[in-house]
């Protein structure tokens, strides 16, 4: 349910974030020891369960995933939502609801891991020949406006 419901997710990232900061600050040692350690219990279990996506500013352009039988609710989110899909698909997975399809072997950890790192050094190339495109497209900008 994080695709749909994302404006919930931001709110649940958000106070995770306060959280952080009243650690951070020492706001937290002021409060009573019961409500202190409620508060820590909190912010370990939002921890655990939002922080790979505390980062996310909105709903992803594209979503990556390595067993589409297991994650088929993932899978339906993207779809209604007009999200990209690329998935490791085996042999034994339906590959209609993915839009980019990797053959490959979804139950083997070195595979998913391989691929999974070959897409992240891609977006990394990608963004990075973006951010040099900027640079060079900014200075002609200069240029031309002189």
């Given at each position: 349910?994080m695709?749909?419901?994302?404006?919930?997710?931001?709110?649940?990232?958000?106070?995770?974030?306060?959280?952080?900061?009243?650690?951070?600050?020492?706001?937290?040692?002021?409060?009573?020891?019961?409500e202190?350690?409620?508060?820590?219990r909190?912010?370990?279990?939002?921890?655990?369960?939002?922080?790979?996506?505390?980062?996310?500013?909105?709903?992803?352009d594209a979503i990556?995933?390595v067993?589409?039988?297991?994650?088929?609710?993932?899978?339906?989110?993207?779809?209604r939502?007009?999200?990209?899909?690329?998935?490791?698909?085996?042999?034994?997975?339906?590959?209609?609801?993915?839009?980019?399809?990797?053959?490959?072997?979804?139950?083997?950890?070195?595979?998913?891991?391989?691929?999974?790192?070959?897409?992240?050094?891609?977006?990394i190339?990608?963004?990075?020949?973006?951010?040099?495109?900027?640079?060079?497209?900014?200075?002609?900008?200069?240029a031309?406006?002189?």
């Amino acid at each position: 349910g994080m695709l749909t419901n994302f404006t919930t997710i931001q709110k649940r990232i958000f106070y995770m974030k306060e959280l952080e900061r009243m650690e951070e600050t020492g706001e937290m040692q002021a409060r009573h020891k019961k409500e202190r350690l409620r508060l820590r219990r909190e912010l370990i279990k939002l921890k655990a369960n939002l922080g790979g996506v505390a980062g996310l500013g909105r709903v992803p352009d594209a979503i990556f995933v390595v067993d589409v039988n297991a994650e088929h609710t993932a899978v339906k989110e993207a779809q209604r939502l007009g999200i990209k899909v690329l998935a490791l698909v085996d042999s034994n997975c339906d590959p209609d609801p993915v839009d980019m399809v990797i053959p490959g072997n979804d139950d083997a950890i070195r595979s998913a891991e391989l691929i999974a790192m070959a897409l992240a050094n891609a977006v990394i190339e990608g963004r990075e020949g973006l951010s040099k495109k900027q640079a060079v497209d900014d200075v002609a900008d200069a240029a031309v406006e002189d």
